[in-house]
């Protein structure tokens, strides 16, 4: 095994796709930390990290004929990625991953807030593109304007009531329709 | 929230997800990297374990789905000579410097190895067994060739039977274990063994065919681990220059154990466990190549070239130096070990690997660099 050590991972991957063992357990060896620790700073969970890396690996060694491989450590920091987004498709619970962006709209530009203030501002623009244009006039409003509900639905010429159901319908989930309400109250004491 | 991400992650893989949304997804997944003190702190003991657990998943899933391929290649009666080599990527050994003035020898003036080994015995004498004969047989009393003719009568309680390289000795223990000694090897072993369970040693290459006895287990310390066995026949490779030790079981059953982490593990046929440092791997292998060498050959299945420049550098007594920067291959084929250096070497070469051999002072040096 300590052979393929001194392999290069360009040396690795035509290795890997001819289907030497070697070479897989030299590309395991060389990666498994990285993606575990990559898949940790997002699930927090020993056992769903595990997974996540397992299936990496499996699906490497079986699809290693893929022309899609070429360059070693961007092509697995993809499988890993799509494997936590198919988690998140199956409905699996990650709080660990939905956390910081929950605690973000409630405190979006504090200091302990999870990202940084140019950080915050990237992701809230980029979440509120997603949105349907008129929730996301509510939502910039909100936000980077620090309107409340009452003048939001005064400039709008919608009712406030519409406004707080905008504010609402980002989430259906209990907890996040909790810190809504906090939204809310944070909202109206402006 | 959590229906946010359930949605757009679903979108995204079913690939109706717009520009936005991906856009989105992927900058959220990506501020992660961002943000302090995420990572899972673990001690390296926890990091091996973690290590080891993911491994062994993969592992039985992906020998569930491959069954060996090489598995029923080629019955090896066949003594043609099959050597090819495959693959064209660099890989960097280290620049040795060229010893000039040595002569250059040809290869096939350089003979393989043959029956050589030395019996020591515990009162400091060493033996140099015949060449004529093939092993030696432990009995009671006395210990004689295998031919019969007796070597020494009233041995030592602690022998130790060593093989240079080019050498290779069979030895039939005082229970009727049968034991072959590769080359550059030594078993320790007692000239009779006690009542509770039988102790022996080696560094280097040993194929065991050890005999039933329930009542004394037999056991195999090497290089940081124990083998405890019934009745079975296995090999173990633990050259001191390889940094690990491999166990490749044939039949039967047998515990192995790693010194260092304590952790026990059962082999089943066909299985091979490697062990260097704490870890244990077990993978499923083909027993073939590593068993090939008992019966006089050299089996090599897709091995890295150094791999496979050691073993017949043992073989031929050589000490090899790379040179330059090096082709890297991959050496499958079967080699009959009695032929001559030059057998082996002219198959390598076809493929980008050149030899050149020089008599250096008393040893022979063979230089492995890229064929131009």
Redesign the interface.
């Known amino acids: 095994?300590?052979?393929?050590a001194?392999?290069?991972d360009?040396?690795l991957v035509?290795?890997l796709k001819?289907?030497?063992?070697?070479a897989f357990s030299c590309i395991?060896e060389r990666y498994?930390?990285a993606l575990?620790?990559?898949a940790?700073?997002?699930l927090?969970n020993?056992e769903q990290?595990?997974d996540v890396?397992?299936d990496v690996?499996?699906d490497l060694?079986?699809h290693r004929g893929n022309k899609s491989i070429q360059r070693l450590e961007p092509y697995l920091h993809t499988a890993v990625?799509?494997k936590?987004?198919?988690l998140?498709?199956k409905?699996k619970?990650?709080p660990a991953?939905?956390e910081?962006?929950?605690q973000m709209?409630v405190s979006p530009f504090t200091a302990d807030g999870?990202?940084?203030e140019q950080?915050t501002r990237?992701?809230l623009t980029?979440?509120l593109?997603?949105l349907p244009r008129k929730r996301r006039r509510i939502f910039e409003m909100h936000y980077f304007e620090g309107r409340n509900t009452k003048e939001i639905a005064e400039e709008l010429q919608v009712s406030q009531k519409t406004v707080q159901n905008q504010l609402n319908t980002?989430?259906?989930?209990l907890?996040?329709l909790l810190?809504k309400t906090v939204i809310m109250g944070l909202v109206f004491l402006n | 929230m959590e229906n946010t991400f359930h949605k757009l992650a679903k979108k995204i893989l079913r690939g109706s997800a717009t520009d936005a949304e991906r856009h989105f997804m992927d900058t959220y997944y990506d501020a992660f990297d961002n943000i302090e003190g995420r990572e899972e702190v673990l001690t390296s003991e926890e990091q091996t374990t973690l290590r080891n657990r993911i491994d062994k998943g993969i592992q039985i899933h992906i020998q569930r789905k491959n069954t060996i391929r090489f598995r029923k290649w080629l019955p090896y009666a066949a003594a043609a000579i099959i050597l090819a080599v495959v693959g064209t990527w660099a890989f960097f050994l280290d620049n040795r410097e060229k010893l000039p003035t040595d002569p250059i020898l040809a290869a096939e003036e350089i003979l393989p190895g043959g029956h050589r080994a030395t019996l020591s015995l515990a009162d400091g004498r060493v033996i140099d067994l015949s060449e004529t004969q093939t092993g030696i047989v432990i009995a009671e009393d006395n210990i004689t060739y295998n031919s019969g003719d007796t070597l020494l009568l009233k041995p030592s309680e602690t022998l130790m039977l060593t093989t240079p390289k080019g050498g290779i000795y069979q030895i039939t223990l005082s229970d009727g274990t049968n034991v072959w000694l590769n080359a550059a090897s030594t078993l320790t072993y007692p000239s009779r063994f006690d009542d509770a369970e039988r102790v022996v040693r080696v560094s280097g290459e040993a194929y065991f065919a050890v005999v039933k006895d329930k009542s004394r287990p037999f056991k195999v310390n090497s290089s940081g681990q124990t083998v405890e066995v019934l009745g079975t026949e296995f090999n173990i490779s633990a050259y001191p220059a390889e940094n690990e030790t491999k166990t490749t079981l044939v039949e039967g059953k047998v515990k192995i154990s790693n010194l260092e982490s304590q952790i026990s593990n059962l082999l089943k046929p066909g299985e091979q466990a490697v062990i260097s440092g704490s870890t244990m791997n077990i993978a499923q292998v083909d027993v073939v190549p590593y068993t090939a060498w008992k019966d006089g050959f050299f089996y090599f299945d897709n091995v890295p070239p150094r791999v496979a420049i050691e073993q017949v550098a043992r073989w031929y007594d050589l000490e090899v130096s790379y040179e330059g920067n090096m082709p890297a291959t991959f050496v499958f084929g079967m080699v009959d070990r009695a032929k001559p250096l030059s057998a082996v070497l002219n198959s390598f070469a076809k493929s980008g690997l050149n030899f050149e051999i020089r008599q250096n002072g008393s040893k022979k040096q063979l230089l492995v660099s890229e064929n131009k």
């Not at chain 1, 095994?1 to 393929?4: A, G, I, L, R, V």
């Not at chain 1, 980002?170 to 989930?173: I, L």
Request: aromatic share 20%.
């Open positions: 095994m300590d052979n393929y001194e392999y290069t360009e040396d035509p290795l001819e289907g030497h063992q070697g395991y498994w930390h575990y620790q990559t940790y700073r997002r927090a020993r990290c595990s890396v397992q690996f499996i060694w079986e990625r799509y936590i987004y198919t998140l498709a409905g619970a990650l991953f939905v910081p962006f929950e709209l999870p990202f940084g950080e990237r992701l980029a979440w593109e997603t980002a989430s259906n989930s907890r996040a810190i």
